[in-house]
Every structure is written in structure tokens, then in C-alpha cells.
């Protein structure tokens, strides 16, 4: 899991990250945390696990460290944070030397994580384990929150 690593030192990373914890520090609503990107991952892995998935561990967890890194952007400019996030990931998996099929399926997941429709298993992996991350039971905000109620976890999730 060395790549997972050098994504997570990354300087253009690191930078976005700490952009996205300031703008996000007093929201009240679920925010987009090293906790949230994890957890998405190891959702992610079981399910893939559980369901025989022919996709690594290692390209789940590099797809969900990226998949909401462009929130900072969205917040600044207004760009979608799956468009913003999908060229940030694509600069850093570039820099850092991933095959072409692994930095366009990466891409493609990060695209596609707000919408279930038309994606690879990755894609689908990851739009998952992001709804599945989020404890709406939980959260006081809840009643506040513009998620639809069917994307709304109401109950735990496994």
C-alpha cells in the first residue's frame, strides 16, 4: 500500500486537504475527513471482499483518499467537487507514475461517485461506501441536512 502513502504525502494533496479542513472546520453537517476517506475504503473493501470483486485493496483506497478532494475547490469557486477532485487525483496520479487504465479508472470512480448510474465496479464500490459512511441516525444536523431521505442513512449500515 505504498502508493495509498505517497497519495497521502503528496504535497498538491496535503495542500487540498488542509483548505478543505479550514473551510470545513465549523460545519455542521458530515464533513470530508481523513476518518471519512477511510472509512469509505474499508467499506469499500468488504464489500468488494464479500462480494468476490475483482478490484484491489490498493485501488480502493487510492480511489476513496481522492474521491472528495476537490470540495475545497467547490467551496471557492463553485466548481462540482467530482469534477474538481477528478483533475486534482489525475495530477497526482500522474506525478507520482500510475499506469494510464489505473489513473482513468481512479478518475472515472471520483466522476462518478454522486450517481449510481453507468459505472464500473469501482465507481459503484465507492458511491456506496460513501452513503453507507455517513450515520444520519446519529446526527443532530439530520433534520437540516438537503440529502434526499432514501440517501439518508437512518438506520446502521452494513
Request: glycine share 4%; hydrophobic share 35%; net charge neutral.
Amino acid at each position: 500500500m505504498d502508493r495509498v502513502n505517497q497519495i497521502w504525502n503528496h504535497p498538491l494533496y496535503q495542500k487540498e486537504l488542509g483548505k478543505l479542513q479550514i473551510l470545513e472546520k465549523h460545519r455542521k453537517f458530515c464533513r470530508h475527513t481523513p476518518e471519512h476517506f477511510l472509512d469509505v475504503a474499508r467499506l469499500a473493501y468488504i464489500e468488494a471482499l464479500e462480494q468476490a470483486y475483482p478490484v484491489s485493496k490498493e485501488m480502493i483506497y487510492c480511489t476513496a483518499l481522492l474521491h472528495d478532494i476537490g470540495r475545497a475547490r467547490q467551496y471557492e469557486d463553485g466548481t462540482p467537487h467530482d469534477e474538481a477532485g477528478a483533475l486534482i487525483a489525475e495530477q497526482i496520479l500522474n506525478e507520482l507514475g500510475f499506469y494510464r487504465d489505473e489513473i482513468m479508472a481512479i478518475v472515472s470512480a471520483i466522476r462518478g461517485h454522486r450517481a449510481q448510474s453507468d459505472q464500473s465496479i469501482l465507481g459503484k464500490l465507492i458511491y456506496t461506501a460513501d452513503k453507507k459512511s455517513r450515520n444520519c441516525f446519529f446526527c443532530k444536523a439530520e433534520p437540516e441536512c438537503y440529502w434526499s431521505p432514501q440517501k439518508k442513512n437512518m438506520t446502521i449500515q452494513y
